[in-house]
């Protein structure tokens, strides 16, 4: 069974920095589309970051330039590096395939102060 544990989350005031990571157990990122999902209060779970097998990157448009997905294969680790956070970016934040699995961790709280 898959288990995905998201971890990096916290308080941060707007222009700040976090970096998430998540690890995989049950399954391997390797070779597969990892993408970190966001879900704010009141609103659908969106994609905020994808990474390709082969390396390739997808951002959505508001976190285009702040936001960096890497991963780590040897560890089975997928990260998130965030910078110049607004509060518009509070959510929680899970890791999960792309296309994603029906099961998802518990998630990582970002939550940005203005």
């Known amino acids: 069974q898959v288990q995905l544990v998201e971890s990096g989350g916290g308080l941060v005031q707007a222009g700040g920095s976090l970096r998430l990571s998540c690890a995989a157990s049950?399954?391997?990122?390797?070779?597969?589309?990892v993408a970190w999902y966001r879900q704010a209060p009141g609103k659908q779970r969106e994609l905020v970051a994808e990474?390709?097998?082969?390396?390739?990157?997808y951002y959505r448009d508001s976190v285009k330039g702040r936001f960096t997905i890497s991963r780590d294969s040897a560890k089975n680790t997928v990260f998130l590096q965030m910078h110049s956070l607004i509060p518009e970016d509070t959510a929680v934040y899970y890791c999960?395939?792309?296309?994603?699995?029906?099961?998802w961790g518990q998630g990582t709280q970002v939550t940005v102060s203005s």
């Open positions: 999960n395939y792309f296309p994603a699995l029906n099961s």
């Open positions: 049950g399954s391997t990122f390797s070779g597969r589309s």
């Open positions: 990474i390709r097998s082969r390396g390739s990157t």
